[in-house]
């Protein structure tokens, strides 16, 4: 901290830069599976209104018309190309129908179209068997649907799995020397603030190489959705799914585990109107969880300090300018509120690193 004529000018560092992606950034082709291998229905699940996939039952998908489709509108340069099963629990399917795609999927890897293969799974799938039929075939990813580390929340969900499958589903994706995802969510029917930072401390503790994070919104279709409407089931907020994801994020991020998405992917905004009856959706979402990430490292800053009257500026790189600022300027007019500020700016400087806020008062 610095003060010079009558100005105090503060650097502060922001842990977790925001969602991380691989480096290159790989062209994604999904392949979408909704509810096939899936062996009941989880109160909150509707993958058709997700994906806007209406196949059903094991109608045949062709991958590789799927690939060369997706690399006729990418750049000719991309790289590195991953074909990605999602939307149904890949290894419950028959071994059979599991070598079927996994065998199309890697003759694209073999021409050169593509460069590795990932899917998504329930945690109770992955077994030394189900690894084994997948094992001849260029696999670099499994996903695993954990959504809680609390039985009672996943009892609750209608998940049918237990925490300790996740935990030795992590354990066996290690020992075949695959990549492992989790996924989680907020939100769910009986969770409280507490059973958010339990998950949090039980999936550091299993160190997975990445996370993504959504929060729970009430898709029609879904099981979820009479609850909904009989009163039962009382979606988050807004506001409250995006506290409760930044716990997630920071415990995470302080952990050195990358969070790679944060909101739920929808595949048209046409569609949601009709789709999800109630919830925490928005087009931005981890742009607003990052948001108040920002303004949470501000305020303390602030609190440290006497700026009742005062001119605040904030600077920092042009790339983290639209998080410091928030949606329609909402954490600058939050901080003037807070701390009755006089003026409060916020600026860019590309001298300054992604990470970094510097704050003048005046």
């Known amino acids: ?107 694209m890897v073999v021409s050169g179209a593509a460069d590795h293969i990932r899917f998504s799974t329930r945690p109770d799938t992955v077994t030394e068997k189900t690894l084994e039929w997948i094992r001849p075939f260029p696999v670099s990813t499994i996903e695993i649907g954990v959504q809680s580390m609390v039985d009672r929340i996943l009892r609750l969900a209608g998940r049918g799995h237990h925490a300790k499958d996740t935990r030795v589903a992590l354990g066996l994706i290690r020992k075949y020397n695959y990549q492992a995802g989790v996924q989680l969510m907020v939100g769910l029917p009986g969770e409280s603030e507490s059973d958010i930072r339990d998950t949090g401390t039980q999936v550091v503790a299993l160190e997975p190489d990445f996370v993504r994070i959504y929060p729970t919104v009430v898709l029609n279709g879904s099981p979820l959705a009479m609850s909904y409407e009989t009163g039962e089931y009382h979606p988050l907020s807004l506001s409250e799914a995006v506290t409760r994801t930044k716990v997630l994020f920071l415990m995470l991020q302080s952990a050195g585990i990358p969070v790679i998405r944060m909101g739920l992917h929808v595949s048209s905004e046409p569609e949601l109107s009709s789709d999800v009856l109630a919830g925490p959706l928005h087009p931005a979402f981890g742009h607003l969880v990052l948001s108040e990430v920002l303004l949470d490292h501000v305020s303390r800053e602030l609190e440290q300090h006497p700026v009742t009257g005062a001119r605040l500026v904030l600077t920092t790189h042009p790339s983290s300018l639209s998080r410091l600022q928030g949606q329609n300027r909402t954490n600058l007019s939050s901080l003037k509120q807070k701390f009755l500020l ?3 700016d916020a600026m860019a400087d590309a001298n300054l690193a992604e990470d970094e806020v510097y704050i003048e008062i005046s």
Not at 5 to 28: E, H
Not at 87 to 99: H, T, Y
């Open 1 to 107: 901290m610095d003060t010079t004529d009558n100005k105090t000018t503060i650097r502060i560092r922001i842990p977790g830069r925001g969602v991380q992606r691989p480096s290159p950034n790989p062209l994604v082709i999904p392949i979408f599976i909704p509810h096939w291998g899936c062996p009941h229905r989880c109160r909150f699940c509707n993958q058709t209104a997700i994906t806007g996939n209406s196949r059903q039952g094991t109608e045949k998908i062709s991958v590789k018309e799927r690939v060369h489709r997706f690399l006729s509108h990418s750049a000719p340069d991309r790289s590195p190309v991953e074909i990605a099963f999602f939307g149904g629990n890949f290894l419950g399917l028959s071994r059979q129908d599991v070598e079927s795609f996994l065998q199309e999927a890697a003759t």
């Open 342 to 344: 006089k003026t409060v």
